[in-house]
């Protein structure tokens, strides 16, 4: 019989002990490994970034979880990324208090600054849009979420003057 | 924006919030706080279950099922067995993603303390050990400030082992997830915290009986939960006396959209639709005029001018044809097309769908096409049939749980209140709405459009081959 080959990434060389102590916390509160999936994939895409097909071998092997089961949990989510990212991925939301006052000339606004649409990366690396499901501050709308801030009362001037700060600030980090 | 706190009784859930810096343990039980879990803890878990059956309380999360009955179908020890470690979980179901509802985020993030000890009394009624707050992942401050509330539950001795010098221990924590709006449905939010692909489950079991890892669970709103350290520290009779109507309490009342002053407002249960509107939310903003609006967040029916002296709990808005839902209005002004505010709700339900059903996980997104087609000017008149039909392909009993009757909702009662807007753009094929789209076909609805309304359209369509004012209509 023909062998398969098949990819097997072996999570004590691959995630590191701060990522591995992590996600063993987290499973160490829930009553089975595999009710740490999640929060394993938000450590691991934490320190870098996006989840690869490594990575999500990695935590299937470290959690004893099938890996079509973790894979269909990391594409059920919306702040998983399966894919590589840019330093900033902004979730601009399209949901419809912001759709009723203005999100869609904000949307526009960023789409020129950016020359990028929903989905895309920057080609500097720097900025991903995504369009993001209620981000509820409805009564400040439109709102976007940048990493952990959100940003309210937007206009297509002030989304795009929170970008340009953005942008300065990551030259002057490195 | 009532975002300062007051101490108006009649404002249990809100007189404490402080959404610059919430009250510390310290300034919390100073204020009143933990009193409730105080009261709970003294009397028997099944004495706390009558006092909540009896107060009335029922769920603000969007169905509005009696709390206390809700509780009542677990499976309960016998008064004196209360230091038999139960395997139970109480689930505080903070994944707040319904658009148009922001109400739960208020109370997460201005009153951390208050939720902690509204699982304390839930916990302890149902014998729970070990609960969970289920928190949506955007909500990173609402994180931050609650595991710094447990943290300061756990040092003084309100969470952990033998809580209070009592027999009763329990463990809290909180799990955030990642995005995803089907996590609100209670078996989906049971099937996420297992590490599974969140999936709504089929009933029965009901969780109750067997949720959380195969354990009796109860998962309950945040708001719901907030009332209790309430109802347990001032009683019943004062629960009740806090609103004149049908229902109990006060509830969180919200309003968005282009509103003179958008924002949340804790009242007695059951002021008017028009209270809220114009009273709270201070009316239309300057040159816009009220369309309609959706009762309490995305998955409602729309309502109109003629409903606004609707109470709005329960039963009330029930009788005119919608849910109270969330209790936050989303508001259509004159000027925003009702299509387009359809198609913009039905694209979220149709990305959210989780898939598993057929009715859902195809009809939304053919709802999106047609409803897509219709706003872009090119839908014919069968296509309101098609969208008829839609709305009973995907209505209750068709589905596998409630997103997508959820979703049905205010398209089907766009297409009664707003037919004419749907007919405009399908007969003149363009949306009036916009303002970069012309009329392609002006036959039929002409009547509905002012003598130089209609030059303009013909003018500025006078440059394309295709026009012809005899075109044939739309779908013949």
Known sequence: ???????????????????????????????????????????????????????????????????????????????IYRQPVGQYVIHLCDSIACHLTGADSVFVAIKQYLNIDYGQTTTDGKFTLLSNACLGGCDK????????????????????????QLAAKGEVNG | MAEHSSNHPLKPLTQWVNLQQPLSFDDYCQAGGYQGSKVALQYSPNEVLEIVKNSGLKGRGGAGFPTGMKWSFVPMFTDGDEEVLDNKYLVANADEMEPGTFKDRFLLEGVPHQLVEAIIIAAYTIGANKAYIFLRGEYYLAAKRLQDAIDQAYQNNWLGEKIQGSSYSMDLYIHCSAGRYICGEETALINALEGKRAIPRAKPPFPQVSGLFGKPTIVNNVETLCNLPHILKNGIAWFQAISPNSDAGSKIYSACGRVKNPGLWELPMGPTLGEVLYDYAGGMQDGLKFRGLLPGGASTDFLVAEHLDTKMDFDSIAKVGSRLGTGGLIVLDDKNCPVAMVLNLMRFFAQESCGWCTPCRDGTPWAVEVLTRIEHGQGKIKDLETLAKLCDFMWIGKTHCALAPGAVEPLRSALKYFHDDFLQHIEHGCCHYNPSMTAKRTKVSQAQLTQSEAEQVISANSTQASYSPQSPKAGQ
């Not at chain 1, 098949?6 to 990522?19: N, R, S």
């Not at chain 1, 709308?141 to 970008?163: F, K, N, R, T």
């Open chain 1, 141 to 164: 709308a439109p709102v976007m979420m940048i990493g952990i801030e959100h940003y309210q009362h937007l206009s297509p001037e002030s989304a795009v003057d929170i970008l340009q």
């Open chain 1, 1 to 79: 019989m023909e062998k398969i080959n098949t990819t097997v990434i072996d999570y004590q060389h691959y995630l590191t002990a701060p990522e591995i102590a992590a996600i063993e916390h987290e499973a160490s509160i829930m009553e089975t490994r595999e009710a740490a999936g999640i929060e394993a994939l938000k450590v691991v895409q934490a320190h870098r970034g996006w989840i690869s097909d490594e990575s999500l071998f990695a935590i299937s092997d470290l959690l004893s979880v099938p890996i079509a089961q973790l894979e269909g949990v990391a594409t059920f989510y919306n702040l």
